[in-house]
């Protein structure tokens, strides 16, 4: 789908960071990875690997659930926000979609996109363009634009929360396992929205994805996680084709397509993580 090269200026800088749950629980171990502008960075691995996480300790969200960056450092822009409320992050223009497809139920669909708007200082005019900006995209929710959001479909709810994002003009959205639940259909639309924002606003994304095969796909470039550590990264063209990603992530082999059992066999797993 997607195989352009990965654009040169960093936007994002995650350095050899620790997070720590609880003053215990040691959850990311020196996890280092750079998202470019202009581009859409996967964060790949199994449920557990760190994905979440690095998402949160991005985006200053660890704190509710006690946990902080023990170790390492996190700039946006070249400006250290390790310690930037989320609040301070949205003005610098970096938003999360969390996963789950968060939404307001007892709102309507376009209520819940105009939460999206709330901080913005640039008037009605503007807010209303990009509202139907936003319906171009997501020509769906503005069918749905009345209906309560609690009401909607999964798809329409995921639809709705990365929009809602959108309306807060964003210059980096961090997107949380998009797919999650959806039917494959509707996972494939989901990241064509993502590839047509990206392309046509130069909104930058890391997104947290299960889902190796999509994801890459659509990706420039793409870390994969295992046990809180980054084993590997590359472009996503070159990921797709090595033999590693297709036996333990895409389920395919030297000798074809493998069952479950057999792709969970770690001989190649142990390698990484030696």
């Keep these: 789908m997607l195989d ?31 998202v470019p502008k202009g581009g859409i960075t996967a964060l790949l691995g199994g449920n557990g690997a760190g994905k979440t996480t690095t998402l ?15 170790k390492g450092s996190i700039t946006y822009r070249g400006q250290s926000i390790t310690h930037m409320s989320p609040a301070d992050l949205v003005k610098m223009g970096v938003i999360q979609v969390m996963e789950g497809r968060h939404c307001f139920e007892h709102l309507t669909v376009e209520e819940n996109l105009m939460t999206g708007a709330y901080t913005r200082r640039d008037g009605r005019a503007a807010v209303a363009a990009d509202l139907e900006m936003v319906y171009t995209y997501f020509p769906r929710l503005k069918e749905r634009r009345k209906s309560q959001a609690g009401y909607t479909s999964g798809g329409e709810q995921q639809m709705t929360a990365i929009g809602r994002a959108l309306m807060s003009r964003p210059e980096t959205i961090l997107l949380d396992e998009p797919s999650m ?4 259909q509707l996972v494939e639309q989901i990241f064509e929205i993502v590839k047509a924002v990206n392309e046509g606003e130069g909104v930058t994304f890391l997104l947290a994805e299960q889902n190796t095969n999509v994801a890459l796909r659509f990706a420039h470039y793409g870390y994969i996680l295992e046990s809180g550590r980054v084993v590997m990264d590359g472009p996503a063209a070159a990921l ?12 395919v082999g030297d000798e074809g397509r493998k069952s479950f059992r057999d792709v969970r066999s770690y001989r190649r797993r142990k390698r990484w993580l030696a």
């Excluded at 949160?56 to 023990?70: F, I, P, Q, Y």
């Excluded at 639940?181 to 494959?184: D, E, K, M, V």
């Design 56 to 70: 949160k300790a991005v985006s200053n969200l660890l704190k509710s659930e006690r946990g902080e960056v023990s």
């Design 4 to 34: 352009a090269a990965k654009p040169e200026t960093t936007l994002l800088e995650v350095n050899n960071i620790e997070v720590i749950y609880n003053h215990v629980i040691l959850v990311l171990k020196g996890v280092s990875l750079n």
């Design 181 to 184: 639940g959806l039917a494959p």
């Design 240 to 251: 797709r084709e090595n033999p590693d990603v297709k036996e333990f992530y895409l389920g």
